[in-house]
């Protein structure tokens, strides 16, 4: 059974066990979402739209195929690229950064990005591979020799295995980041509207 599963709270509100990463993560979707005039720049929303839906379908589809600890996800996205939930992630920064469309918001964003791509997600590949090489030996080797980290496959990956299920969604509660993205989303939007008939 997952540690989340049964009666266990929802991570996200037992803040005694918030991690460093969802600190961090709260702290700058708050800043974003304080300084966020998309009245100055209305024609990045569409775009911002655009890449953080992306961002969410690409993490439910990862989600989807995820049984941690069971087997080795090499179907859906993982046949593309190792890491589909960092990718989506990536999409969901860049797309609620150029939506909120201040100068602070995009300065921040620029900021977020530097330090995801040249810190976190370098770390967070070392040791999800250390775990995975441990778990799976020569499968994963393998798999890791064929498919990349970030950057996807034109073709899928010949050996896979998994499918997609909602259940896998719901364990890994996928529907936390959604409904978050959500959130954020609706409150860009509507301080959008709401200066734009201010002024």
Not at 68 to 83: E, I, Q, S
Not at 142 to 151: N, Q
Not at 176 to 185: K, P, Q, R, S
């Amino acid at each position: 059974m997952s540690k989340h599963e049964g009666n266990a709270p929802i991570p996200i509100f037992d803040v005694q066990k918030w991690t460093i990463r969802m600190v961090i993560a709260a702290a700058f979707g708050g800043a974003l979402l304080v300084l966020a005039r998309p009245q100055d720049r209305p024609f990045l929303i569409i775009p911002g739209l655009a890449a953080a839906t992306l961002g969410c379908l690409i993490r439910i589809w990862g989600c989807g195929h995820l049984r941690k600890n069971k087997f080795l996800a090499t179907g859906g996205p993982y046949a593309y690229v190792r890491h589909p939930l960092y990718v989506g992630t990536f999409f969901i920064l860049v797309g609620l950064g150029l939506m909120g469309g201040s100068n602070w918001v995009l300065g921040l964003l620029a900021v977020a990005i530097l330090v995801y791509v040249s810190f976190y997600a370098p770390r967070k590949e070392r040791k999800e591979s250390d775990r995975l090489e441990r778990r799976f030996g020569e499968e994963f080797v393998k798999y890791r020799t064929v498919v990349k980290s970030y950057f996807p496959r034109f073709t899928p990956y010949p050996e896979r295995q998994g499918h997609f299920a909602w259940e896998g969604v719901m364990i890994n509660r996928e529907y936390l980041i959604t409904m978050a993205v959500v959130f954020g989303v609706s409150v860009i939007v509507g301080k959008y509207f709401w200066f734009t008939c201010q002024g």
